[in-house]
């Protein structure tokens, strides 16, 4: 018998009281007179560019920010109350489409387009603007007025006369891609193009059979399909293949048992929804059709308008029930009304075979079968020996028999069928249990309120206070990776080794600092993360060590439940909902949070303590005081919500102000004064700002700040207003941000205004000062004038006397550097000549270059090339500074490798290493002794034997490097120079076999170091080694040209006066294939 076989046994075994279905609420939000909205019958929703809903009712158009709601009817100059259609027209004008003409709204004024313009019709049914900013205006009764707006107002009539089925037309859509434009009316589906002669009519029923001629509406779908809504006959799509129309039906047969459609609405991820007039929405995604009505929490059944907001909000227009907000099917909840057997879900967990237990306070205990979007409920009852009311806790055992514990029956195992109990009776420290675990080692653990129990083959080991324990009110029980328990108490956290019966206390020594712990989890590094009544803690084993995690975003800081969603994901259940924390790879800080109570859709609000698990899908299930709820990530919105803010208003000294009457120009839907510059006696400045988040306006939270008074943001604040007493004068800037969740913030918005200062203070008085001083300053200077100019003429002449002086000195210079060079010159003709010819590398290798730099003529840089017997001898030096002195070094260092090779013949690379710096040192009489010189040479050596291709290399400080298969491989030097130093030890010897067609590339640090580039930084030593492994194929002479090339364009830079970096330091690079 399987491992399973038993639990499946049991459910065969089940006689349930009863058995139900229900369906499952989903999250809307509504908003309807008590909640301000003006009317409960929404017609037509619109988002402007700010973020604003305009709501089409019966009372007028109303803006909507997500917290309130602004009525605009005819008493503010709207031409009609009853309003079906808005739209933004030409010029970001807000058009409504009213009963009694249409209303052009700019931010703080009305016009209107009525009969007495030619306006034709008696309700504006639908408004669209076509790509020549026209806006063509749907009536009931005449047609399709097409407006166009120059220094007049122009209309052209479309209607029965120009070719239209009815003058009852109901919507319009323009199709820029096709540039038709498509017609819904009582009488079908009329399609019309524009040509040079006018307006044509095209007639869908000619190319195709529909299933009604009562259309309501049309909507576009991501594939350029087109969706009809009918009403009578349900919905049809309208397709094109080959030049062919193609309907396909959407009605009763489909799914759709409502035949009245009022709108369609087509997703970016494809779903389709439907507004019916009986039945509330249709959804069809994946070619299934889904129906949400009043039984899964949507207010009306009756939906007029469906509206998906930039944030991707869906919104929906009832009759009578007003403006509601769909939330998605994220979250999912499940009441007594649902099938619940009681009210507050005190324990969940997830069955092998997909159901779900769930135990309550009333019923006790109930296994959920969900399938279709409906519940499938079992209760239990003394039938089955089930005798318990409330169920606390939940778990599976090894054996696939299901675990609880009860409120005052203690614990009890379901198995074949029939309840079996542990009480206090048996042994149990208590009746009333927290949680029952099965714990790794087969032992079942039993929290309860009087101690710890552990429960082996009916065994049972307690313990409690009166035995150590730090409390006897445990709460919950979690394991780790290595079978170790760990239990949280209402006295801090505790740790229980199986094997050995002994346990440790955690509390404000080790960090715990909060002892009331409610949960454990541990995550994948084996840290135990704990919950408790502020906020969560987190035990390190390996630093031994409790942290206190800030986490200010938490919805509450009593927490009640934690779970991994995934190895980076925590859940966090609360009494405000919970919170969703998604943390980097190390699960040591926060990348993104999201908050998720009732506001925003957690129904019930408070989750109960440890009522929590994630199913086989990865959904989490919760327990609360209201119900269930089920929270599926992979349907959640991960868009960033953000909110747009704006400054809304601009007061002084508190009041109020008109600022038109007072000679300002306004801009903008906001109506503020552009530019503004107020007095010097007002600046007490109030400014008011809106944050908009229609999704959850609660969340909004702003900062700010005046600049050049603050440079920084002000602290967080839900307050949408701060005041600016005593402004003194000058030019300012307000800036104001806003957010959601503290993490993600909005772009800035900025307002500059001007503070003028008293006259005094102006440039025109500070001008009259200057004036008059400045006469007086005048006679002054005159006087002075003449005692000045004698004195000038005194020091022309003196001047005179010592630009002769200079002239002669400079020259003398110049020619003292005309030496110098000549003679720098002819030093460098005998440094070339001592330097060995390359003659020798060219006739015992395939290939070879040498790049050879110096950067003042003469070097201190050096190569060598030798050879004896079948031994080839390659080095190269970089000798202590440059120019002149580095000269000097060079040729010591040409004249000691002449010496050490040709007649010591030493032949390895570290004695010879070894034998320059002894060289060096006798030769510069350097030691520890005050004054003794610290030069010397960094040389990177390495001898082939050119029989067998086997190479030992000696570095100091120089590396090499092998470029082998198209791959490098760098030889270390050792750090020492050629020369003293603190340090003298032996050089190393790196023996390495080449292979014909390797290169060997031995160089100083001039190329590395060298400056420049676009942000005049070092050429560094691995874009050297990727330079040599780029071009290591190509001709040695290719190789030297590239190399040269590189580091010229390197040092050029169009701010130096020549248009190059200087030289750094000398450049000797050295190449040759084996």
Request: aromatic letters at 10%; a negative charge.
């Amino acid at each position: 018998m399987t491992k399973y076989s038993r639990f499946f046994i049991a459910l065969s075994l089940i006689i349930a009281r009863c058995t139900f279905s229900f369906g499952q609420l989903y999250n809307f939000t509504n908003y309807s007179i008590d909640q301000g909205l003006p009317q409960s019958t929404v017609f037509c929703i619109y988002e402007d560019d700010l973020g604003y809903l305009w709501l089409g009712t019966e009372s007028g158009v109303v803006r909507f920010d997500g917290t309130h709601f602004k009525l605009y009817d005819q008493s503010s100059g709207l031409p009609g109350n009853n309003v079906r259609s808005i739209i933004k027209g030409p010029e970001n004008t807000i058009w409504v489409g009213t009963d009694k003409g249409i209303g052009l709204f700019n931010g703080s004024s009305w016009k209107t387009i009525t009969k007495a313009d030619g306006l034709r019709g008696t309700n504006i049914l639908k408004m669209s603007m076509d790509g020549k900013n026209r806006v063509w205006a749907a009536t009931n009764d005449a047609g399709i007025n097409i407006i166009h707006l120059d220094d007049s107002v122009h209309i052209q009539i479309l209607d029965e006369l120009s070719g239209l089925a009815s003058n009852f037309v109901f919507d319009i859509l323009h199709d820029a891609l096709t540039k038709k434009t498509w017609i819904a009316m009582i009488g079908g589906v009329n399609m019309v193009t524009e040509t040079d002669r006018g307006f044509i009519v095209h007639h869908l029923e000619d190319s195709v059979v529909t299933p009604s001629n009562f259309i309501a509406s049309i909507e576009k779908d991501k594939s350029g399909n087109l969706w009809f809504a009918t009403l009578d006959a349900g919905a049809f799509k309208l397709s094109s293949r080959l030049g062919k129309y193609h309907v396909e039906n959407f009605g009763v047969l489909q799914g759709i048992n409502d035949p009245k459609i009022w709108d369609i609405d087509c997703s970016a991820e494809g779903q389709v929804w439907f507004a019916s007039n009986d039945n509330g929405l249709y959804c069809l995604e994946n070619e299934k059709i889904q129906n949400i009505s009043i039984e899964n929490g949507l207010p009306g059944n009756l939906i007029l308008t469906i509206f998906r907001d930039s944030n991707r909000n869906i919104w929906l227009g009832s009759m009578g029930n007003g403006l509601t907000l769909w939330r998605g099917k994220a979250l999912v909840h499940f009441t007594r009304e649902q099938g619940l057997p009681g009210q507050k879900v005190l324990a969940v967990k997830n069955a092998p075979d997909g159901k779900l237990w769930v135990g309550t306070d009333e019923k006790g205990l109930a296994l959920l079968h969900f399938q279709n979007d409906l519940m499938n409920a079992q209760y239990f009852d003394k039938n089955q020996g089930f005798i318990s009311k409330q169920v606390i806790s939940l778990d599976i055992d090894n054996y696939g028999d299901l675990l609880f514990g009860t409120r005052g029956d203690g614990m009890a195992r379901f198995i074949n069928g029939r309840f079996h109990y542990l009480s206090s009776a048996d042994g149990l420290a208590d009746n009333n249990t927290n949680r029952v675990y099965q714990g790794p080692n087969g032992s079942i653990y039993v929290a309860t309120d009087l101690g710890f129990n552990e429960v082996t083959n009916n065994k049972i080991y307690a313990i409690s206070e009166d035995d150590g324990l730090i409390n006897s009110e445990v709460q919950t029980i979690i394991s780790d990776k290595k079978g170790n328990i760990w239990m949280g108490t209402l006295g801090g956290l505790a740790f229980f080794q199986a094997t050995t019966k002994t346990y440790r206390d955690f509390n404000e020594e080790e960090g715990l600092f909060d002892l009331k712990v409610h949960c454990l989890v541990a995550d994948k590094f084996d840290n135990i993360w704990i919950g408790t009544s502020n906020g969560i803690y987190k035990y390190l084993p390996t630093a031994d060590t409790i942290l206190h995690l800030s986490m200010p975003g938490l919805n509450s800081r009593i927490i009640n439940s934690l779970i991994f969603l995934n190895e980076s994901t925590l859940i966090v259940g609360t009494t405000i909902g919970f919170n969703k924390i998604v943390f980097d790879g190390n699960l040591e800080k926060p990348i993104r949070q999201d908050s998720y109570d009732k506001q925003n859709g957690f129904r019930f609000s408070e989750t109960n303590q440890n009522a929590l698990c994630k199913d086989g899908k990865g959904h989490v299930w919760f327990g609360t005081i209201g119900g269930l709820t089920c929270f599926r990530p992979e349907l959640e919105d991960t868009i960033t919500q953000i909110p747009k803010v704006y400054i809304t208003d601009i007061r002084l000294s508190y009041q109020n102000v008109d600022w038109l009457s007072l000679g300002f120009k306004t801009s903008g839907m906001m109506n503020l004064p552009q530019p503004l510059s107020l007095a010097y006696n007002k600046n007490h400045v109030t400014f008011d700002f809106n944050g908009i988040y229609l999704r959850n306006p609660e969340k909004v939270q702003f900062c700010y700040k005046l600049e050049p008074n603050e440079t920084d943001w002000s602290p967080i604040s839900k307050n949408n207003s701060v005041t600016y007493p005593g402004l003194s004068n000058g030019n300012f800037t307000i800036s104001v941000i806003a957010t959601c969740d503290g993490v993600h913030w909005s772009k800035p918005q900025v307002y500059h205004f001007t503070i003028r200062p008293p006259f005094w203070k102006t440039i025109w008085f500070y001008l009259s000062l200057i004036l008059v001083s400045g006469f007086v300053l005048v006679l002054y200077i005159r006087h002075r004038e003449k005692k000045l100019m004698q004195e000038k003429e005194y020091l022309e002449q003196v001047v005179k006397e010592r630009t002769a002086e200079v002239v002669a000195q400079k020259d003398e210079i110049e020619k003292q550097k005309e030496e110098i060079t000549d003679s720098i010159t002819y030093a460098e003709r005998i440094q070339r000549a001592v330097l060995p010819g390359i003659d020798t590398l060219e006739q015992n290798t395939a290939d070879s270059f040498v790049l050879f730099k110096p950067r003042d003529i003469v070097s201190g840089d050096f190569y060598w090339i030798g050879k004896i017997g079948n031994l080839l001898i390659v080095t190269v030096a970089d000798c202590t500074g440059h120019g002149v002195p580095g000269a000097f070094m060079s040729m010591l260092g040409v004249s000691f490798m002449n010496k050490i090779i040709k007649e010591q013949k030493i032949s390895s690379p570290d004695l010879v290493l070894s034998e320059m710096r002894k060289n060096v040192i006798t030769s510069l009489k350097q030691g520890n002794h005050e004054g003794s010189s610290k030069d010397g040479m960094d040389m990177a050596l390495c001898i082939i034997n050119l029989d067998t291709l086997f190479m030992t290399f000696s570095g100091a400080y120089n590396p090499a490097i092998i470029v082998s298969d198209g791959e490098a491989n760098e030889l270390k030097a050792d750090r020492m120079p050629v020369g003293f130093h603190i340090v003298m030890n032996d050089y190393t010897p790196i023996p390495i076999q080449l292979k014909k067609g390797d290169c060997v590339y031995l160089f100083s640090d001039g190329y590395q170091d060298q400056m420049g580039g676009p942000t005049c930084r070092k050429f560094m030593r691995k874009n050297l080694r990727e330079l040599l492994i780029s071009v290591h194929q190509k001709a040695f002479c290719e190789q030297r040209e590239i190399l040269n090339t590189t580091i010229e364009d390197w040092r050029n830079d169009p701010a130096q006066p020549n248009g190059k970096t200087d030289q750094m330091d000398d450049i000797l690079v050295m190449g040759f294939k084996v």
